[in-house]
């Protein structure tokens, strides 16, 4: 596939931004170094750049007159992983590198902005959202806690996620359920330790806890609804004993994930249900601290449907996948679109580097030019004069 023409110049820029973000990672809301090369890139192009959003969040503004407004967003954080790879830009940091994208989201959002802060053609504003933390921390969550749909109104908002697998050229976009919400919980068991030979004199936590962790993974199989996608793991076991000591505590750690609140509701309720019958059943303490995270995200249907058409105008109908099932990761930008309308989309990454969130990933810079092409097109789409 011939990839979507862009100014050589442009191209360059932002491989060059990529990999020197790429090479120094910044954790959530940590990403000081990033905000300062974004808000220097956006004045350079003569925007007006507001810093310190939540923290290290830079939002950008271009005006083109009266208009609409609409947002698009990029998140900028890294992730606590040592890096394999023995490219040139490697990070420079020990355990943390950009093994989601971000990087690569970030460079192409900027090369998109460069861009349209040249355009005469178009009407309403355009704010560029680089946001922090959106790996764990709800970044998201924190720009709407701080005012920031108060301080930046817009219409609707926009954002893209690169897809390891999927082919550079190709997007996926679709209305309605997009990701699954993310929630976690930390169990503690707590029984009564001694000496392994003497399990009589003792109240045994590991034993309780492998019920427990027997029993959580037969919530999704028998209390969900088969039609409704979820997921239960359990992550961590943890506990101190040897191999002749049977430990006081034992502790789980894991996750859950639904498309439907319904499910998500049930799977937090079954978890508790279930570990008031195990501190029952093998007379131990059970503590259950269930953490909710990001809701699923959903993409509303007019502005899911235009998005589509304007992916369709940078690499064609055939390259664009409509119809397919929701992906179980999730992602904080879910928070933004229960405030607002808006679009998820994921774009072609191929089957350079490793998967998403491993040591081996790295984002494929041949994507560049079909990301940049596809926020121009998608602002063109709800800015173009004679948009609908």
């Given at each position: 596939m011939t990839a979507p023409l862009v100014d050589t110049e442009v191209i360059n820029a932002v491989t060059a931004w990529r990999r020197d973000i790429h090479a120094h990672p910044e954790m959530a809301f940590c990403e000081n170094r990033t905000a300062a090369l974004v808000a220097e890139q956006l004045a350079s192009?003569?925007?007006?750049?507001?810093?310190?959003i939540a923290t290290t969040?830079?939002?950008?503004?271009?005006?083109?007159?009266?208009?609409?407004?609409?947002?698009?967003?990029?998140?900028?954080?890294?992730?606590?992983?040592?890096?394999?790879?023995s490219v040139d830009y490697k990070s420079t940091h020990d355990d943390c590198m950009h093994a989601c994208g971000h990087d690569g989201h970030t460079a192409m959002l900027l090369g998109a902005a460069k861009l349209l802060s040249k355009r005469t053609d178009l009407v309403g504003?355009?704010?560029?959202?680089?946001?922090?933390a959106e790996e764990n921390e709800g970044g998201a969550r924190e720009m709407i806690a701080?005012?920031?749909?108060?301080?930046?109104?817009?219409?609707?908002?926009?954002?893209?996620?690169?897809?390891?697998g999927l082919p550079v050229g190709e997007f996926r976009v679709r209305a309605g359920p997009l990701l699954a919400s993310f929630d976690k919980f930390d169990i503690n068991i707590t029984g009564k330790g001694g000496h392994g030979?003497?399990?009589?004199?003792?109240?045994?936590?590991i034993l309780a806890a492998s019920g427990l962790a027997t029993e959580l993974n037969t919530i999704v199989s028998r209390?969900?609804?088969?039609?409704?996608?979820?997921?239960?793991?359990v992550g961590q076991f943890l506990a101190e004993g040897t191999y002749n000591v049977i430990p006081d505590v034992a502790t789980l750690k894991g996750s859950c994930r639904a498309i439907e609140p319904e499910a998500r509701a049930n799977i937090e309720q079954r978890i508790k249900r279930i570990c008031e019958g195990v501190a029952t059943s093998f007379d131990v303490a059970v503590e259950c601290n269930f953490?909710?995270?990001?809701?699923?995200?959903?993409?509303?249907?007019?502005?899911?449907?235009?998005?589509?058409?304007?992916?369709?105008?940078?690499?064609?109908?055939?390259?664009?996948?409509?119809?397919?099932?929701?992906?179980?990761?999730?992602?904080?930008?879910?928070?933004?679109?229960?405030k607002k309308p808006g679009c998820y989309f994921l774009i072609g990454n191929g089957d350079h580097g490793g998967p998403l969130h491993s040591s081996t990933y790295d984002f494929c810079d041949a994507a560049t030019p079909y990301g940049i092409a596809a926020w121009v097109s998608i602002a063109e789409e709800f800015l173009g004069k004679g948009a609908e």
């Open positions: 192009f003569g925007m007006t750049v507001s810093t310190g969040g830079v939002v950008g503004e271009l005006h083109f007159g009266e208009g609409p407004t609409i947002a698009l967003r990029a998140d900028m954080d890294a992730l606590p992983i040592n890096e394999a790879n504003k355009l704010l560029f959202i680089f946001q922090p701080q005012g920031a749909l108060d301080r930046f109104p817009f219409d609707s908002i926009y954002a893209l996620h690169n897809m390891p030979a003497m399990p009589d004199q003792c109240k045994d936590p209390d969900v609804d088969p039609g409704s996608a979820a997921v239960v793991t953490q909710r995270g990001y809701p699923a995200l959903k993409n509303s249907l007019v502005e899911s449907d235009r998005v589509g058409n304007a992916l369709d105008r940078v690499v064609g109908a055939e390259n664009v996948g409509r119809t397919f099932d929701p992906l179980m990761g999730s992602e904080d930008f879910a928070f933004f679109l229960q």
